[in-house]
């Protein structure tokens, strides 16, 4: 039997039966467990692309949408989303071309001479005319070949070619008597119009002309690029392919400098070179930068000289830490 109290009108009013207490916690629990995994798909889901609709942000069955950017703080009241750099279309010559965790795109092998070598042995060898392996070295029918000297051995019988800004690949082909299709087919392009300046091309079957139109680069003076490694700057291998110079202090994870100021076109890896990043300069001239440890800069970044870019290393085909300094469409400063 109720009491007086409980009777009281006033205590009915103000007061709330215990049992509702349970039955809203127990209404609270269910949605709470039931709609968990919703709540979160919804927050990673702000971010994803508008085509997956409403019933995207609403039902755990789905697969996970996109998680969302990372983001940075803004003046203590904004935030802002850590995006990709947009890249550029690879019809725009000298363009930004991307990351490359792992570029399998076919590689030029670097040999060196062993004594007894001659080119007509060579060309046994590697399975390539006499003519590949003197066009690609820029030597004269019947050179004399010295132990030790680094020679470029393309993986097919043809040329290699240098890409310069406003170059085409129908004029690439025309120019070496090749089939623009092979030369997309060979190089894995996407199409023929993914090259880009400071590319080196295989061109399958090309034959070597007389002369080339003159490269549309703007002459360097020899102040323009700085040693991409601190002092005392030493040389530990000369010229080299591709117009290239190797160079260390003997210190492996040495800072690597841009030479010159421009714009990050690619970084990336690969079998030979390891992990490398290639800078595009505004007058057209790309350097590269070979066997580096680690990379700080991605592609797209603009890059000031002297900016610290990644350390040397021994990252490929590489006896020692140093890093591989190349210079496309321009002279290597640094060659002795």
């Avoid at 392919?241 to 690597?256: M, Q, R, T």
């Avoid at 991605?298 to 040397?312: D, E, F, N, T």
Wanted: aromatic share 8%; charged share 15%; proline share 7%.
């Amino acid at each position: 039997m109720p009491t007086a109290q409980q009777r009281d009108p006033s205590y009915r009013r103000g007061h709330t039966h215990p049992l509702l207490y349970v039955a809203l916690g127990a209404v609270f629990l269910l949605v709470f467990v039931g709609a968990g995994n919703v709540q979160v798909q919804a927050v990673s889901g702000l971010f994803a692309s508008p085509v997956l609709g409403q019933k995207a942000f609403l039902s755990s069955k789905l697969a996970p949408v996109a998680l969302a950017p990372e983001l940075t703080l803004v003046e203590k009241t904004g935030v802002r989303a850590n995006t990709p750099p947009i890249t550029t279309s690879p019809k725009s010559l000298g363009a930004i071309l991307g990351q490359l965790e792992n570029d399998i795109k076919p590689e030029v092998l670097s040999y060196e001479v062993e004594e007894g070598d001659t080119i007509a042995s060579l060309a046994e060898k590697f399975k390539i005319s006499q003519d590949t392996i003197l066009w690609a070295n820029e030597l004269a029918k019947g050179a004399f070949l010295k132990p030790g000297q680094q020679l470029s051995i393309p993986p097919v019988s043809g040329v290699l070619h240098l890409v310069r800004s406003y170059d085409t690949l129908s004029e690439i082909a025309s120019w070496y008597k090749a089939d623009v299709n092979e030369i997309v087919a060979f190089n894995l392009l996407g199409s023929a119009s993914e090259i880009f300046a400071g590319d080196i091309l295989i061109v399958p079957n090309g034959k070597m002309p007389s002369s080339l139109p003159q490269a549309r680069l703007t002459p360097l003076p020899n102040s323009y690029f700085i040693w991409p490694i601190p002092a005392p700057h030493r040389i530990t291998q000369g010229l080299h392919p591709f117009n290239a110079v190797d160079l260390s202090n003997g210190i492996c994870g040495e800072a690597v400098f841009a030479a010159a100021g421009g714009q990050v076109q690619r970084t990336g890896s690969t079998s030979i070179g390891g992990r490398y990043v290639r800078i595009l300069h505004p007058n057209g001239v790309v350097t590269y930068y070979g066997h580096l440890s680690s990379i700080l800069v991605s592609p797209g970044a603009k890059v000031l000289q002297g900016q610290l870019i990644g350390y040397s290393g021994r990252t490929g085909r590489a006896t020692g830490c140093h890093v591989h300094f190349e210079v496309r469409g321009a002279a290597n400063p640094f060659v002795k």
